[in-house]
């Protein structure tokens, strides 16, 4: 894994492999930012990563100068991962936090400009994702949610989706939060 963009462009990142996760591959995320970048300018957004797993996506954020970034996974292996991160690359605009998605989106009273969830393919509950985002209110109007899955789940019919995009075996659901005049889709 490494960083595609920005002032830690093409650092490594070595995970231990006791981590119970899949990281998103480098050409999805790859991918992925050319789509953000041309909506977002990454230096005046906030950005909430659940299912944090390894960081991958955090810092990719962090590195591209995000104004605030903050991970959420619930196994202490990958948020000790992601801390030893954080120092290493110096990100002080990037925060782990331990906790249940689930849970953690019925306290959280920050809102966010991205939110990106990159559950275990095999979660029973993927299909709450998008309502219990947006029942959250953590998305600032106009702000996007992202949801990383397998090919089997669908998420069309959701009235707040707006594409699907794949690449390879991986595929990125988008939802926007209606009430900004200039995002265009």
């Not at 894994?1 to 790859?30: C, F, S």
């Not at 954020?61 to 995000?66: D, E, K, L, P």
Request: charge should be negative.
């Amino acid at each position: 894994m490494r960083i595609i963009g920005g002032k830690n462009q093409r650092r490594q990142i070595i995970a231990p492999g006791k981590l119970p996760v899949r990281p998103t591959t480098d050409m999805a995320k790859e991918a992925l930012f050319n789509i953000l970048n041309n909506h977002f300018d990454f230096e005046e957004i906030e950005v909430l990563d659940l299912f944090a797993g390894t960081g991958n996506i955090s810092y990719e954020f962090a590195s591209r100068g995000a104004k605030e970034v903050i991970s959420v996974d619930i196994n202490n292996h990958c948020i000790h991962f992601i801390k030893q991160t954080i120092e290493k690359f110096d990100f002080p605009n990037l925060k782990s936090v331990r906790a249940d998605v689930f849970h953690f989106l019925g306290i959280c009273r920050q809102s966010f400009d991205i939110v990106f969830a990159d559950p275990p393919y095999d979660l029973s509950r993927i299909k709450e994702i998008p309502a219990r985002v947006f029942d959250a209110s953590v998305l600032k109007p106009g702000g996007w949610l992202v949801v990383e899955h397998s090919e089997e789940v669908k998420f069309n019919e959701h009235p707040l989706f707006f594409e699907s995009r794949r690449y390879g075996k991986v595929r990125f659901s988008f939802f926007i939060q209606p009430g900004h005049d200039d995002t265009d889709t």
